[in-house]
């Protein structure tokens, strides 16, 4: 298998380890036919997002011990829907990107520029 690539060009760098992120729990933002969400936006959560995401139906920040799964805090990396990411943006409140760790599947439902523009790991 090929190494997955960044909205940057570059090799897909992990995105988060505590909570274990990715649509596959590997810490990266890896994607593939399973996964219909697009979980390719490794996003450093805050707390209007959180929120936001809670009132769309996808709560994130309650602990769900079933799954292992301990709840998100602000400041915390997840691979987040591109979709979802787009709403927020739309909505004026995206939260930060880490462009290195954001896989390049994401460009379907997502500008560059946009992201660009909440990058977390881009000079200025």
């Known amino acids: 298998m090929d190494p997955s690539r960044n909205v940057l060009g570059g090799e897909l760098a992990p995105c988060g380890g505590e ?3 990715g649509f596959y729990r590997d810490g990266c933002c890896n994607t593939g036919p399973q996964d219909q969400g697009s ?3 490794c996003a450093e959560v805050t707390e209007e997002f959180l929120t936001f995401s809670r009132e769309a139906g996808n709560d994130l920040s309650t602990p769900a011990p079933q799954f292992g799964f301990p709840g998100l805090r602000t400041g915390d990396r ?3 829907c591109a979709a979802r990411w787009r709403e927020a943006l ?3 409140i995206a939260p930060p990107v880490v462009m290195a760790a954001t ?3 994401a460009l379907e439902i997502v500008r560059l520029d946009d992201l660009k523009a909440h990058a977390l790991d881009l000079a200025s």
Do not use: N, Q
């Open 78 to 80: 997840w691979c987040v």
């Open 90 to 92: 739309a909505a004026g």
């Open 19 to 21: 909570p274990v992120t």
């Open 103 to 105: 896989h390049e599947r």
């Open 39 to 41: 979980h390719t936006v």
